[in-house]
């Protein structure tokens, strides 16, 4: 069976969703506000809350960091300057692993680089965040993956040949792997979700947990997600959609993802076990719904009776209508008036019976 531990939760097919709140660069660059945002996602019962880390420096070409970034969601005047602004460093990494531990919310982080995933692993996170840009990126997957923590995989962007290019890298050095089917458009298009890749996914590595990274307006695709068999899902997360920043606009805010955390658990609550049965529940309002056998009009002792005789009214106390052959023929043991119950109990035997009786 396909399982996967984080943090001492345990993520496999018959327990509920793991849902991530991507915060990113939401916070931005503010430590009280990230802070708040790992609260918030807490109460809206969020597993875990992600964040991004960049060696800026030797992520980017010179031309890439020097860039001129004037834009409305600019915090620089370059776009080394706006992702450095950004960008936190071991002091809040510290403060903000402490707050987690506090809350009781995992506190995982993506890599981008090598500097940053070895930052990671000195700041001990539980798990790595693999971003879709990094899914070809096989020198950086087999060096986290020597880490032996668990590793989210995202995999927008990519084919399947590179999905298992990237699986074939990671598995022999660490097997604790989740793979996440993603659109890397922001916001994806609902036409581009591709849903059925998260079956695809599950075929293809049936040991492995397969999840949605999920960047569409709204919540509902993460339950279409669920019932295809992803147990993990990632949505970035607000406090507010009209902040600065590019992610704020298709981010869920509190409410929404409260309601999808909530929907999630109701869903595998939901499920059942497939077996059809009659619940407690159902009894009184299937009684008062229900229909049943009665006389259609007074009916004297001695009577066959016939289908016009015969009529099915609510509530359903008494015989079910598909008793309705067993009593055609069948002679009245006692007068009945209009609306009697209909039961095996007052009719005795055929009329040809009760005739050659007499």
């Not at 790992?38 to 992520?59: H, I, P, S």
């Not at 531990?101 to 890599?111: D, F, N, P």
């Not at 606009?249 to 409410?255: D, Q, R, V």
């Not at 658990?265 to 497939?274: F, H, K, M, S, T």
Request: net charge neutral; aromatic share 8%.
């Amino acid at each position: 069976m396909r399982k996967l531990t984080i943090d001492g939760k345990t993520i496999q097919d018959n327990g509920d969703c793991y849902t991530i709140a991507e915060i990113g660069h939401n916070h931005q660059g503010n430590l009280k506000t990230a802070m708040e945002m790992f609260k918030v996602a807490k109460e809206c019962g969020a597993d875990a809350v992600k964040l991004q880390k960049r060696d800026n420096r030797k992520l980017f070409t010179e031309a890439a960091y020097n860039k001129p970034y004037d834009n409305p969601n600019s915090y620089g005047a370059t776009y080394g300057e706006h992702r450095e602004f950004l960008e936190f460093g071991w002091h809040e990494y510290m403060e903000l692993k402490a707050f987690a531990q506090e809350l009781k919310i995992t506190m995982i982080s993506t890599a981008f680089d090598f500097a940053s995933a070895d930052f990671l692993a000195k700041v001990d996170i539980p798990a790595y965040k693999i971003a879709s840009g990094d899914l070809k990126n096989i020198p950086l997957l087999t060096h986290i993956a020597q880490f032996q923590k668990p590793i989210i995989l995202s995999t927008g962007g990519g084919t399947m040949e590179d999905v298992r290019r990237a699986y074939d890298a990671i598995m022999p050095i660490n097997p604790r792997l989740c793979i996440l089917q993603c659109t890397a458009g922001y916001p994806a298009a609902f036409e581009e979700l591709n849903l059925q890749v998260i079956s695809t996914f599950r075929e293809r590595f049936p040991s492995t947990v397969i999840g949605l990274s999920s960047h569409d307006n709204g919540i509902a695709m993460a339950l279409a997600a669920y019932m295809l068999g992803a147990r993990v899902v990632e949505k970035h997360f607000t406090l507010n959609h009209t902040w600065k920043g590019t992610d704020h606009a298709f981010s869920l805010e509190p409410i929404g993802f409260r309601k999808m955390v909530r929907d999630l658990r109701r869903v595998r609550v939901a499920l059942g076990d497939g077996v059809k049965r009659v619940y407690p529940t159902e009894v009184t309002p299937i009684v008062k719904m229900g229909k049943k056998l009665v006389a259609a009009r007074d009916l004297p002792k001695g009577h066959a009776i016939q289908m016009e005789d015969l009529a099915i009214k609510c509530p359903g106390d008494g015989l079910p209508p598909y008793e309705i052959d067993k009593v055609i023929g069948r002679v009245t043991l006692q007068p009945l008036a209009v609306d009697d119950d209909i039961t095996f109990e007052v009719l005795n035997g055929s009329h040809k019976q009760a005739g050659a009786a007499s």
